[in-house]
């Protein structure tokens, strides 16, 4: 399995977004760095889904770029994606290596050590970890875990830990400084006046 990309762009379908055009845009400035993640909304059925994730699978091979699918694993497996991501509500962390295989990426969402652990134990190859800080892209998440919540789960567990919710340029270094291996955006590309001069910005503050 290639190493893990540091940034990961989780697409942004709700009205008004052009999550391809963001993704055309961060793919040739972040190659093999960049993780897109195929997120969409819940009233978006498969047949869009999968539609979507073809789509950004197909632009991401030339790049070196990975290509995973949130929470829709069949959609995952549709495509040729090299794995998928899970949280509370999909399936439980060991049921989804079932499904995806031994070789896929498989991140799971966690924010306390007790449950990265367990996740680990149970297949995950990296963790999700947030919010880290406040985020108006999805409603009803809990307090976020800050800097020293990011820093307890790393002390946790032996895979790359990715700092999600709230995540601007700005806040990469002192996430970089808790441990974080990289992290996940929705808001800090998808309403960028430039996509690409915003994954350049976050690449050089992950990769300095
Ligand atoms: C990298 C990353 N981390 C966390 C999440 C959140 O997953 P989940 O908790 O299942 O919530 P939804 O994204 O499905 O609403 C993620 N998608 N990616
Ligand atoms: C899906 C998800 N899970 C935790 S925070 C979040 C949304 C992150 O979006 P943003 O990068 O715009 O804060
Ligand atoms: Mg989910």
Redesign the pocket.
Known sequence: MPSLGRLHL?TDTRPGCDPLAVVRAALPVARADLVVQV?VTDDTTDRQAYDLARRVREHCAPYGATCLVNDRLHVALAVDAHGGHVGADDLPVAAARRVLGRDAVLGA?AREPDAAARAVAAGASYL?V??C?P????TG?PDPIGTAGVRAVVAAVDVPVIA????TVATVPALRAAGAYGV?????L?TAADPGRATAELIAALTC
């Open positions: 989780i997120r969402t999700g947030g919010p800080h985020t108006a892209t999805k998440l999600i919710g709230g995540v996940a955006v929705v808001g800090a998808s």
